[in-house]
């Protein structure tokens, strides 16, 4: 089989598992079951899901005449990292409400590099820096977006207390009234953020090493490079300084949740936004 059709095939039934994972997932929210079986079979099907993810994400990056990586890439690997934490984390923590909300959201990025083939990154693939740098800046754009998402749960709850008779009218009362306490998740919150921070913080020193070794100096100041590293710092500043006001201030409800999401939006715009203008907008793929 070429590759491109079991590219194709494989894409298509990773994506259709995940809406799977979302529909038992979000079924299994509604209905009253036990606490131990709630989420068995989303979970049972996540590894499944994850498995087929890593596949078509590697025949993505390597499977295209050598490495490629783009935006599309990006937000695959992202969701994906994402994913095994959730499915990590769920048996230690309850965060597994969230599949419903991941899973749609994984099924649309696993299959966007076929779409969107990214750049050439022959020379510098074979660079152990910027092997490290592609890793560690994943491992924080994912433990980030699972901090995103989390804060946006946080958020639905918060509204539903202040107004409950919204959750009952659009059916969310009792899948709401069934996840841990609003303190609870926001203590979650800020150990994924603080977990998301040392990442970046690594990602943005990774990143100078990297330069420095393909280009022999620590920052390349070409447009690309400024936009992301503008954005990427400014991310770093806001993720830093809500984890500051927490420590000194005690910062926490709504204001954490402002703060998470700039962060992440920032965050975003750092190296996806970047990516798709260049490779959507200004159609610079090569």
Not at 265 to 282: D, K, M, T
Request: charged share 10%.
């Amino acid at each position: 089989m070429p590759s491109t059709e079991f590219y194709g095939l494989a894409g298509a039934a990773t994506a259709l598992v995940y809406l799977a994972i979302a529909a038992v997932g979000w079924t299994e929210l509604r209905v009253d079951l036990p606490e131990g079986r709630r989420f068995g079979l989303a979970s049972a099907l996540m590894p499944v899901a994850l498995a087929g993810h890593a596949v078509v994400l590697g025949e993505a990056v390597f499977g295209l005449g050598g490495l490629r990586f783009g935006f599309a890439h990006a937000l695959s690997a992202t969701l994906l990292v994402t994913g095994i934490l959730l499915w990590v984390e769920g048996f230690f923590v309850p965060l597994r409400g969230l599949y419903w909300l991941v899973a749609p959201i994984a099924a649309l990025t696993v299959e966007l590099p076929a779409f969107f083939p990214g750049v050439s990154l022959a020379a510098e693939g074979s660079s152990d820096a910027m092997r490290l740098h592609l890793t560690v800046a994943i491992l924080a754009y994912s433990v980030l977006t699972v901090a995103a998402l989390h804060a946006l749960l946080m958020a639905t709850v918060d509204h539903y207390l202040h107004q409950p008779a919204a959750g009952t009218r659009h059916g969310l009362g009792p899948v709401l009234s069934r996840l841990p306490p609003l303190l609870a998740l926001e203590s979650l919150l800020f150990r994924q953020i603080a977990v998301g921070f040392a990442l970046l913080s690594a990602t943005l020193v990774s990143g100078s090493i990297f330069s420095e070794q393909l280009f022999g100096r620590p920052l390349q100041l070409d447009h690309t490079t400024v936009h992301k590293m503008v954005f990427a710092l400014l991310a770093w500043l806001v993720f830093g300084g809500l984890l500051a006001g927490r420590a000194v201030f005690g910062w926490r409800g709504r204001t954490a949740l402002r703060w998470t999401f700039t962060g992440f939006v920032l965050l975003l715009l750092a190296y996806v936004g970047s990516r798709f203008v260049l490779e959507v907008i200004l159609r610079r793929v090569a």
